[in-house]
């Protein structure tokens, strides 16, 4: 690929950053190879590429947290070598990250100010400028609570707040959003949307990351695509298509998105009726079938996450019997569900599917650990028989089976995580948003492999926040409106405005 000079980009707005030939190799990874791009003053960019694209390697090449083994970046027309995040965050870089890198017992000044906080001759904080600073950031995002606040109280959209704010803060001319509206309902989203708009207005470049076509339609000016650590295009967002960005980022097209397999139900395998908790949903009643995939719908805090991990036995029930093979169960742990068959992938692979600093060959066996015990001592040999299964059969991408989990990509990982599950053989796997934070090939293939185990015989519940993951899979669609289930539909009956509207309770859906 023939290097360029990132600032002959076409675009419009006054050059803030320049990536320029930048390459970053890691042991048996090329992770980045020769990209130039830029980011503009008030422009947003939308960054975009599958897992394992390069993306994550930007941002941290630009926070400073790595340094590339070639090219420069270069801010506000200097070239900079950043040795630490200070140096980044001193150069007017700043990261709002999906997941909030801040400090819970401390308040939102002191989070927002965390590292320059201003200091009286003395040398003592001066406490009154920094809240009466704090009180005037958060009004100019139209933020509804005080500097004095705990950032443990706020909720995720309120954290993403503090992190602009903090940013606004440092005068940051550069500002980079990755994956911010993972966790957020509509309306923070649309709140986020007015917030990046006021930046955009003041003149900051924004790189945003997103796997959500619809959100980087909507909001970025420019992208830059890349694809096994090079740059495969860039140009205004205008000018292309969705299915051609799609093609650009996977070097193919995807004709059918979700390959729904023509598979033969069988017999009830999963009976719940009546499970009920008093404070998040109640009177929750359905019937699975072999081969099945049942879809979970609802918004944010409809109680369908809360159903199944109840019925994982992550939390007590306050009524309801589960019944599996016609036997009735009592599952008052994971142990119990896992003993008879019930597997669950969480929504926050991170925090509840994985163990980030162990490998992969330990996380997968790490739900089947006993039937890999020989003679009373672990068989590294037996794990790593099932683990080579597994990982070809969801084509797990990784130099070797002993890599960090933490080292792959998104979409790597939670092949891992489900992996994990499939080793423990179950008869009901529980899917809770399998696909949330992954790209759109990643996305391809989950979804073929969840048909896949449909065909299999495995019964499957598929709880998703994207209706056209839910429509496209499902046979049937469990439909949930705080915390209860306002409908189900079987497939050829459904349509797109009857779930919404029973999710929302709009009007009575026929």
């Known amino acids: ?28 990874v090329r992770a980045l190879n020769d990209v130039s791009f830029t980011l503009r003053a008030g422009e947003v960019t939308a960054l975009v590429g599958e897992n394992g694209a390069g993306k994550s390697t930007i941002v941290k090449i630009l926070t400073g947290i790595y340094s590339p083994d070639a090219g420069e970046v270069s801010v506000g027309g200097r070239p900079r070598k950043f040795q630490s995040p200070r140096d980044s965050w001193a150069a ?19 989070n927002i100010f965390m590292g320059h906080m201003p200091r009286l001759k003395s040398g003592f904080v001066d406490w009154p400028h920094m809240r009466q600073r704090t009180a005037e950031l958060l009004k100019s995002i139209e933020a509804d609570f005080d500097p004095d606040d705990k950032l443990k109280q706020l909720s995720v959209a309120e954290k993403h707040m503090v992190e602009i704010a903090r940013a606004l803060s440092h005068e940051a001319s550069v500002i980079i959003m990755d994956e911010p509206t993972a966790a957020l309902s509509r309306n923070e989203i649309d709140d986020l949307f007015r917030i990046i708009a006021q930046l955009k207005a003041e003149g900051r470049a924004i790189m945003f990351i997103s796997h959500k076509f619809d959100e980087i339609f909507r909001v970025a000016d420019s992208f830059v695509c890349l694809r096994d650590g090079e740059k495969v295009g860039d140009g205004k967002i205008s000018s292309i298509t969705e299915s051609k960005l799609v093609s650009m980022m996977v070097g193919r097209p995807i004709d059918q998105v979700f390959p729904k397999r023509d598979i033969s139900i069988g017999e009830v395998v999963l009976k719940v009726e009546g499970l009920s908790n008093p404070t998040e949903f109640a009177d929750v009643s359905f019937e699975l079938r072999r081969g099945e995939i049942l879809g979970f719908y609802g918004l944010v805090g409809a109680g369908r996450s809360e159903a199944m991990q109840c019925l994982f036995g992550m939390s007590a029930a306050s009524s309801g019997q589960i019944t599996l093979n016609g036997t009735p169960l009592k599952i008052s742990s994971p142990v119990d569900a896992i ?14 599917g994985a163990v980030l600093p162990l490998g ?12 890999h015990v020989r003679n009373f001592f672990l068989s590294k040999p037996s794990e790593l028989d099932a683990v080579r299964v597994l990982g070809k059969r969801l084509d797990v991408r990784a130099a070797h089976w002993e890599q ?24 009901v796997i529980i899917l809770d948003e399998p696909t949330k934070g992954i790209d759109v090939g990643s996305k391809a293939a989950v979804h073929d492999f969840i048909g896949e185990l449909a065909e299999e015989g ?30 189900i539909f079987t497939r050829g009956t459904w349509s797109a405005e009857k779930i919404v509207s029973a999710a929302t309770g709009a009007r009575k859906a026929a």
């Open 404 to 427: 960090r989990l933490g080292e792959l990509s998104g979409g790597n990982q939670q092949k891992v995580v489900i992996a994990k599950w499939l080793a423990a053989k179950p008869k």
């Open 1 to 28: 690929m023939q290097k360029r000079d990132a600032s002959s980009s076409p675009q419009g707005g006054e050059p803030v950053l320049f990536l320029n030939g930048v390459s970053k190799s890691f042991p048996g």
């Open 92 to 110: 007017g870089i700043a990261a709002i990250h999906q997941e909030t890198v801040m400090f819970d017992e401390l308040s939102v000044a002191e």
């Open 458 to 487: 495995l019964a499957v519940i598929l709880i998703s926040s994207e209706l056209p993951e839910i429509m496209g899979l499902a046979d049937r669609v469990v439909v949930m409106q705080e915390g209860r289930i306002a409908n």
């Open 360 to 371: 992969i060959r330990e996380n997968i066996t790490l739900a089947s650990i006993a039937s």
């Open 339 to 352: 003993a008879a068959g019930i597997s669950y992938v969480p929504e926050d692979r991170q925090e509840q």
